[in-house]
């Protein structure tokens, strides 16, 4: 068949709508209006006016808990059944050969069919899935008592269902898959589940369960032939309209028998159970008889909304298959077309070879991985780091599909178990490992996706992924240096609380400086009350504006939030208690801190709880590092250490009388005990950032601060003479520096690899495009984005007057004097 040309396929795009998908997104989806969304195969988005018609519902009517004979429970039960019914026309079911059993989701619907058949015979049951399988269809293997065989290819499926018709066992079998890849868009034969059931018409002891919850998010599902339906049909709405959160589970009547079988029975399943005895009367219908306990009714009711809301904007899944599928087509092309000036493609797409947009064998995914022009893999975890602050919504991983995903990376089982053991977990940022990605991107497609999207989201891939011609450099002779500049420490910060305000070191302050970091760096940290987890300025910006000061005449850690003038104290010596405010908990907690389990000390003070929590809106306290030896070291090795000093500063962390040789022990910050930028390197890129090109409707970039960098210490360069010109990342050839009077000695553990935190504004607490964007096209090394300088103290030295052993101190305007590597 011949192809469309691009005229023909642009009358594709939003056929059939109410509107132009540009005015209906303006009106319906006002969230929209700054974001690029493209994850519509997690979730697509509901629109505004199917909220305001399920909020009218609700405050119209008086519902009641289904399961009784009152007037408002008989309207939730008249209600509940007439959008069953309402459900099951969507997918052109006929109610006589179909019945639909609400449930939570898709993988809930799932696991009722494989306990429906655990239950169905003494013998157990057989399973057989497609490898594009969801990770809740592969789980169904652990039920499957008769074993279990994951298929490949489509090949094997149809091999095995023609090997599988004279087969005469008696215990049944299931075959699962999915309607199309939640992964990367393949779409499985729907005739298997024909075929499946003529082969084995003998025994009549296969059943299919379709998988459909990603299929249905942009195509319609025809179940009008019952003789070639699928036996059982998983789905969740929240795929298709973006609310209500419910699923369903459409069984197909024929194939119901097992049901009776069923072992658990629920509140509203049964009509009369004898709790003495051994003796219940299941309802009669397949629904009544499987969901167990009180409906979501309140759920259910607003699906009666989301279905009248989505044909009055889009008419039908028919429309939303046609625009997403032009979409995509003009998505798939883009990328496929990118390539770097030496001639190697960007993008490397995971598509079938037999699968395309035209003959409806692919649905609206994209999945794909990036290469530089040398041909090396870009981490996924970058790329969706750089779109977020874009403010581009993709997903990347393994994507809940453990098949579909190993295949198309060319991973063995062998290999993944290698990979689990060496750390690789999901979700992780283990991005590449023996040279090959252990994730994959996607870009997903839905009913309000627009041309804006797709358009944003290439000039994304091409501004910060397709590499240009290397500029030449300039035959200019290089300015005459007269005098040699020298480096101090411009700037001194302390962060007491982890991911909170920085506390600047005063002039004039020596401060002390340990193993672990400035002293009171890092030495505490807020707790979810509920998790133990530590909370992270990542997910909860405002916490830049948590701003701590340390008062050493008053021996307190004194701390407001934001503009309230309320103050909370914390004493900084452990062992004066009339001192402090609030106690702390007599039992210690186990928090997560950077992936690490830590053991920390919680305040249980109410006062403590209620100060951090009313600021931040989330259940939290403070805790604190106890005194112990530190569990926690730098990922970056170290050259040597030698025995520590008696504190300076009573009260701050105590000395490890036996540190770790090989690493750095760290208190709770993320990688290393001290973290440098250099003035000069923050005047280069804000240059970068001022000259770099925008969109035309976009506003001018605004220069960032050093302190979004929250580095320990600032160095800057003293510049004697008009001539001398600033050396900005000079500090990228540092192996050690040693500062002050005394000469004390750092070791260069290594780059500081940065994300989108250095975007949250440390005084507003809001979130903003730089400086990450700039830096993942100016500071790339070896694949990562990196700004500063990861140090720790080397050589600590013992005093040669023994009883009076002096502490190692630094302080603002001190000298620094690096040694090149």
């Known amino acids: 068949m011949q192809a469309k040309s691009e005229a023909e396929n642009r009358a594709d795009y939003c056929t059939g709508y109410s509107e132009d998908v540009d005015v209906i997104r303006e009106r319906e989806y006002p969230f929209l209006k700054d974001a690029t969304y493209l994850d519509h195969a997690g979730t697509t988005l509901y629109p505004k006016s199917l909220i305001d018609s399920f909020a009218r519902d609700l405050t119209s009517n008086l519902f009641g808990n289904p399961h009784s004979q009152s007037s408002s429970s008989q309207l939730s039960t008249q209600r509940v059944d007439d959008i069953r019914l309402k459900a099951l026309r969507f997918f052109n079911a006929d109610p006589d050969e179909f019945d639909l059993v609400f449930v939570a989701n898709a993988t809930a619907a799932i696991k009722l069919v494989a306990e429906v058949l655990r239950d169905s015979s003494p013998q157990g049951f057989w399973y057989g899935y497609f490898i594009d399988a969801h990770t809740s269809l592969v789980g169904v293997r652990g039920l499957a008592e008769r074993g279990h065989r994951c298929f490949v290819t489509g090949g094997e499926v149809e091999q095995w269902i023609a090997e599988s018709a004279p087969d005469q066992t008696t215990f049944p079998r299931l075959f699962a898959y999915p309607g199309q890849s939640n992964l990367n868009g393949r779409r499985s034969p729907l005739q298997w589940c024909k075929k499946i059931r003529e082969g084995s018409s003998s025994t009549g002891n296969v059943y299919t369960l379709l998988d459909a919850a990603s299929l249905v998010s942009s195509s319609p599902l025809d179940l009008s032939d019952a003789s070639a339906a699928p036996d059982f049909t998983a789905l969740s709405f929240y795929k298709i309209f973006g609310f209500p959160d419910l699923g369903a589970l459409i069984v197909r009547k024929s194939a119901a028998g097992m049901i009776e079988k069923r072992k658990f029975f629920g509140g509203g399943t049964v009509d009369m159970v004898l709790a003495q005895g051994a003796w219940h009367a299941k309802k009669s219908t397949i629904h009544e008889s499987l969901e167990d306990g009180t409906l979501p009714f309140h759920n259910i009711i607003a699906l009666d909304s989301a279905f009248s809301t989505h044909k009055r904007l889009f008419g039908s899944m028919s429309n939303v298959s046609t625009h997403t599928r032009y979409l995509a087509r003009r998505l798939h092309d883009q ?102 990605p252990t994730g994959i991107l996607r870009v997903s497609l839905g009913a309000v996706t627009n041309l804006r999207d797709i358009d944003t989201f290439t000039r994304f891939v091409d501004e910060f992924y397709v590499e240009r011609p290397p500029e030449l450099l300039s035959l200019a002779p290089p300015m005459e240096v007269l005098q040699e500049p020298s ?3 411009e700037s001194l910060s302390v962060y007491p609380i982890k991911s909170c305000g920085a506390f600047k070191v005063p002039e004039g302050q020596r401060w002390e400086i340990k193993k672990e970091g400035l002293a009171w760096d890092r030495e505490w940290c807020l707790i979810h009350q509920g998790t133990g987890a530590a909370l992270s ?67 249980a003070s109410p006062t403590v709880a209620t100060f951090f929590s009313n600021f931040l809106g989330v259940p939290c306290t403070l805790a604190r590092f106890p005194p112990q030896i530190s569990t926690r070291t730098s990922s970056k090795p170290i050259r040597s250490f030698r025995r520590i000093q008696r504190a300076l500063m009573p009260g701050s962390f105590p000395e490890d009388p036996s540190p770790t040789p090989e690493r750095s022990p760290i208190l709770l910050s993320n990688e290393s005990p001290i973290l440098l930028i250099s003035r000069s390197s923050v005047n280069r890129l804000n240059e970068n950032i001022k000259y ?49 009077p005394e000469e004390l000695y750092f070791d260069v553990l290594g780059s500081c690899q940065r994300c989108q935190m250095v975007c949250v504004d440390p005084y507003a607490g809001d979130r903003r495009e730089e400086p990450f964007s700039t830096l993942a096209k100016t500071r790339k090394i070896n694949g990562k984005i990196v700004f500063g300088r990861h140090a720790s103290l080397s050589k600590w030295e013992l005093s040669q007057d023994a009883g009076n052993p002096k502490s190692c101190t630094v302080m603002v305007g001190d000298i620094v004097t690096p040694h090149i590597s």
């Open 335 to 436: 990328l496929a077309a990118m390539t770097h000036f030496n001639g190697e493609k960007v993008c490397h797409l995971y598509t079938s070879p037999e699968s395309n947009f035209d003959n409806f064998t692919q649905g609206p995914i994209i999945a794909f991985n990036i290469r530089n022009s040398s041909g090396a893999w870009v981490g996924k975890s970058e790329v969706e780091r750089l779109a977020n602050v874009k403010k581009i919504q993709i997903r990347s991983g393994s994507l809940c599909n453990p098949g579909g995903a190993s295949s198309s990376l060319g991973w063995t089982g062998p290999d993944l178990l290698r990979n689990f053991s060496a750390g690789l977990r999901c979700g992780d940022d283990h991005d590449i490992m023996d040279g090959k």
């Open 487 to 489: 480096f101090y420490v």
């Open 537 to 603: 300025m990542k997910k909860y910006p405002r916490m830049t504006m948590i701003r701590p000061v340390i008062d050493l005449e008053c021996g307190v850690l004194r701390i407001t939030c934001g503009s309230d003038p309320n103050e909370l104290e914390i004493s900084l010596r452990r062992e004066i208690t009339n001192l402090i405010t609030t106690s702390l908990c007599q039992s210690t907690k186990s928090s997560n801190v950077c992936g690490d389990r830590v053991i920390v000390q919680a305040y």
């Open 692 to 740: 770099s090109p925008r969109p035309s409707h976009g506003t001018p970039a605004k220069a960032v601060e050093a302190d979004v960098f929250r580095a320990n210490i600032v160095v800057a360069e003293n510049l004697h003479h008009l001539a001398n010109a600033e050396r900005p990342y000079m500090e990228d050839t540092w192996g050690a520096f040693s500062v002050g």
